[in-house]
């Protein structure tokens, strides 16, 4: 997804010269094509996160179109303040982008581990907030986050979701969640790379006679959650699931909106990290399995609810 | 006040404005940092008055120089400024800190012509400036970029951040003024996290550095009025009396927070008046 984005923001930069990406002294050999490209348009800040942010707005007040380049929770955490009064509040075009969603990094430790960024950056007032799961997608938002007026967040994973689909027969709808398989007995709704973990999990249940909708939700915000409401509805069963906290995230945010039009479904249940710091190290599928988010982890929670369901329908 | 403030009249003036300005507006708001707004109204007034080139009747012109006041919590002395010099009606200082005022205690932009950019958490009005001035330098123009912040502001590691990137980009278009009061919110700056030596630190960040009297229209003048000569970012050390003007309130820790009402108004805007 990294290699992907910067492809598509070296042509972008391209375009238009008011296009700056900054980095916070980290992406090693990952931008030199870019700065080969057009050097006028990179600077690396330094380890330096909150001056990073200052100096993004400083430029966007100048007319600049800003992407913020740095790992895991390092381009939004640390400077989060200067994120809100400055960036967001003075209506400035900034584009956070941090590469190593959820466990992506995982053997690196709990710093690491960027297990709150939907939740944190979804607060900000008017932003918007974006998890890709397939390479297309990246390329797509990262032009919709150069077009989009204020703050946005673009979350990189280090796995992906390979639909087979090119770029050129599908496109991103501003908001929607994108319907990447049918199925009538259980809703299944990602966001991320572990979409790849809910089609496995969706193929696996279809071999014991469960049919599964996958959903995947490229946009946290905004959301039309009329798809995924519309799905929920038809299966009675509605499971969200993301590398990312239980609190605030995906699951929080589908929760909020089908409870506010008065279309909670049946049954619900947050996949994600259970309110805990990780403590295990492991690479991203380890971790996905350690803390109940891989696909063999969906698929136990979704038999086990389905049984529940024919026990009480029994009864 | 100095004797050679008398050589520029206009500037005395104006600074005495702002400080009575700012003494109606806390009072009738029930707000507090006086201290810190009169602290800094000289270098207000001389930056407003002689230094800054912009046009209250075209506030965003692109050529502007841009000032930024990182110490947020004194914006009082700012918008007194601007009404002075005619940015918006000096009927708008009566909102100040009211219900459903613009005008909030901490300086903000919004709606508020002349005002480049809202602060109030201490520590981001220069990064802020120092990406303005990275742009300036890119385009070659000529306007300049002023930061005002105060000395317990120092405190705050992202203006070291943001030092060393100036610096290094030797962004000499970017002028740091340092309210140098000596005191801070709860005690003084000796006794909460010293400063000292100062001058030396900016200076081994690789800035130019001058120290002037701070309540010195003239020194101010002269010291503002010329850019870096070199390639490096500028940081002017104004030595300050917290809460000058009013005797009572000068040097005292309490009148960061306190607010003049009934007598102590009275008092203060009798020495005010009577000022030079």
Redesign the interface.
Known sequence: MRDTFISALTSIAAQDERVVLITGDLGFKVFDYFREKHA?QF?N??I?E???????????????TVFLYSIANFTFMRCL??LR??AA??ECNINVVSVGGGFSYGQLGMSHHATEDLAIMRCMPTSVVASPSELWEVTELTRVMYQSKGLSYLRLDKSHFDSEKNQIEEHLTFGSPRVIRDGCDVTLVATGGIVSEVIEAADALLNKGISACVISAPFIKPIDISVISSSAKKTGALFTIEEHSVLGGLGSVVAEELMENGSAPDFFRRIGLREKFTSVVGDQRYLRHTYGMSAKNIVAQVCDQLMLKRQKKAA | MDSTNSDFPDLQELAKNIRLHVLQMTSNGGSSHIGSAFSMADMIAVLYGNILRMDPTNPDCADRDRFILSKGHAGAAVYAALAEKGFFDKDWLQTHYQNGSKLSGHISHKGIPGVEMSTGSLGHGLPVATGMAIVAKKRKQQHRIFVLLGDGECDEGSNWEAALFAAHHKLSNLTVLIDYNKLQSLDSIEQTLALEPLADKWHSFGWEVEEVDGHDISSLQHTLSTSSLGQKPQCLICHTVKGKGVSFMENSVLWHYRTARGEEYRAALEELTRAA
Do not use: P, V, W
Not at chain 1, 50 to 56: D, L, N
């Open positions: 006028d600077i800040a330094g330096a909150q001056s990073m942010a200052g100096i993004a707005t400083g430029m966007a007040l100048e007319g600049y303040e200067q009064n400055d509040y003075h």
